[in-house]
């Protein structure tokens, strides 16, 4: 009997939690989908761990977290692309503060000014370019 | 005159320069090729600004920073590409530690074991699918 009602309640509180975000269209974009490509996993998949690991507390608040990763995770992304790891942390050939101008310029044109990201990184790109040849 | 043996000694200079690096074929691969690829710059360019920021001593050191830049800046190529950055550092679904074994790995799969990349990043995405999943 106890038993009963203990798995109920673990059954209502799974069921909550997955309703939670599969009734969230911001975690399910910018959280499940982008760690579902990345792992190649199946978005159910994502969506079961996350609701293993969180209780319905964090999972309400969330969207913060969510909204730090989504800009976070761009900027680590730029520097790849962009390669300021290289010319930026390894080699010097620019400074550290304009390598953070150039990231956080990408990041803000995609993010809040909505622009494709490509076309946020080729302004970038061409910002860096014009820094390593002095000419910024 | 001494206008002519300055600028004789800068073309000297200059040169050998040129020479350290385009004599070096570790810098050219590890260094030029991938700077000018993330940058869409002809080769030469990139040459020549490192010949400008860089004197002939720093080049002949810099053997050393390329490979530290390799592995540092493949390790962050990895945290993109298996979602590391999302899943360890902004949503705590793996610990850090975890997420540095997995990058390690990666990393050292392909430049010290010289696996393909993309062989060391589905080892290393199956291997952050068990821990996500709790079978490891």
Redesign the interface.
């Known amino acids: 009997m106890l038993e009963d009602i203990d798995k109920n309640y673990k059954d209502s509180s799974l069921k909550q939690k997955y309703n939670i975000i599969k009734g969230n269209r911001y975690i399910m974009e910018e ?1 499940i989908v ?2 579902s ?5 199946p978005m159910d ?1 994502v969506v079961d ?2 609701v ?2 969180y209780d319905s507390a964090s999972l309400y608040e ?1 969207h913060a ?1 969510v909204e ?2 989504k800009m ?2 761009l900027g ?2 730029v ?5 300021l ?3 930026a ?5 620019i400074s550290k503060n304009d390598a953070d101008l150039i990231r956080k310029k990408v990041v803000e044109d995609t993010i809040i000014r909505k622009k494709p990201y490509n076309e946020s990184l080729e302004e970038g ?1 061409a910002l ?2 014009k820094i ?3 000419e910024e």
Do not use: M, T
């Open positions: 959280a982008p760690i490509k990345a792992l190649k996993l998949d761990i996350f293993k690991i969330s977290y730090q990763a976070g995770c680590r992304r520097d790849i692309d962009l390669g790891c290289w010319i942390d390894f080699f010097g050939l790109r860096a370019v390593l040849k002095g």
